[in-house]
């Protein structure tokens, strides 16, 4: 199975990502992850991409292309994957399908701006296993601490209301086209990412025919 997630920063992909890798056994590739691997690391790919990143403005089509390309072709991706945060343009969806033919399903996470913004600020990460949490609605049994592995939780750099804007306004620059794109292969499925997360996962769970 070859499945897209869409949704602006902090709709829950993330989290509904994990969930579907351990259903259906699939590979994940967040290119976010791939990138704040890269700049963690220094990377020449990394230095590049810090700029645009820390700005909430997208990397070039290019780059993030020749990274997914180069993901699609390792090994575990041959049981079927997932996308989270690619594509993001209509560019990139049109090389995707280039690439692979085409996606089973793209699922949209759909969430009103306000909450974004409130869930973004209080998102916290897990550096290690990559668990998500939020402060507010969905915190770890200790503060500041993963319940999964015990590491010491972190706040993504661009996960401040200024950046967050931008990113936000980012996404509805070009989501429109993207949603646009699967709508037409028959291929989206829109979710309502207001809903408690067990009840998004059981939709969409519901909607790839469990
Ligand atoms: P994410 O973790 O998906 O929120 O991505 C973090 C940042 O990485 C984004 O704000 C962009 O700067 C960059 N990025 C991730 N995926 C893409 C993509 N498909 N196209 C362009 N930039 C991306």
Do not use: W
């Not at 990274?67 to 390792?74: A, G």
């Not at 989270?84 to 996606?103: C, M, N, Y």
């Not at 296993?129 to 049994?141: D, F, L, Q, T, V």
């Not at 993963?146 to 070009?174: I, P, S, W, Y």
């Amino acid at each position: 199975m070859k499945l897209v997630l869409i949704g602006a920063p902090a709709a829950g992909k993330g989290t509904q990502a994990r969930r579907l890798i351990d259903k259906y056994n699939l590979a994940y590739i967040s290119t976010g992850d791939i990138l704040r691997e890269q700049v963690s690391k220094g990377t020449e790919l990394g230095l590049k991409a810090k700029e645009v990143m820390d700005a909430g403005k997208l990397v070039s089509d290019e780059l993030i292309i020749a990274i997914v390309k180069d993901r699609l072709s390792e090994d575990d991706c041959k049981v079927g994957y997932i996308l989270d945060g690619f594509p993001r343009t209509d560019v990139q969806a049109q090389k995707l399908d280039e690439l692979i033919g085409s996606v089973d399903r793209a699922i949209y996470i759909k969430v009103p701006d306000d909450v974004l913004l409130t869930r973004l600020t209080a998102r916290e990460t897990c550096p290690d296993c990559g668990a998500i949490y939020n402060k507010i609605s969905s915190p770890s049994k200790e503060a500041g601490v993963c319940d999964v592995c015990g590491a010491k939780l972190t706040q993504r750099k661009d996960d401040n209301m200024e950046t967050g804007l931008v990113r936000l306004k980012t996404f509805h620059d070009t989501a429109d086209a993207l949603i646009d794109h699967y709508a037409k292969q028959g291929k989206l499925f829109e979710v309502d990412g207001l809903a408690d997360i067990d009840e998004v996962t059981n939709e969409i769970f519901k909607n790839l025919g469990e």
